[in-house]
């Protein structure tokens, strides 16, 4: 089975952030609540999209992760993008910091 864990966007400031054990809401994947096969994620992806977390999170959704040198890592390009903020810019997003 495939790992996975939650991710969304703050509503604040727009920045993606994952689901963590304690079910709240880190910038840092490593920090991520794994979920490991369709039931433990469509349970997760249920935690994250309650109504009490509208004025939170926007969009939470699956996204599949390896674990690679003692990190968790997407397995999508799309999702590596958007840990790591907007590409064309190095002084915005998490580079940045």
Known sequence: MSLQVVTANRLDDGLVVF???????SEN?????????????????????????DTVIV????????????????TKYREVLRTKGPSVRQDLGYQAG
């Open 29 to 53: 994947i490593d920090q991520s609540r794994l979920a490991d096969g369709k039931e433990a994620g469509d349970a997760l992806l249920a935690e994250a999209s309650v109504p009490e977390l």
């Open 59 to 74: 969009g939470p959704y699956l996204i599949e992760v390896e674990q690679q040198d003692g990190g968790l890592v997407p």
């Open 19 to 25: 689901l963590t054990a304690d079910g709240g809401w």
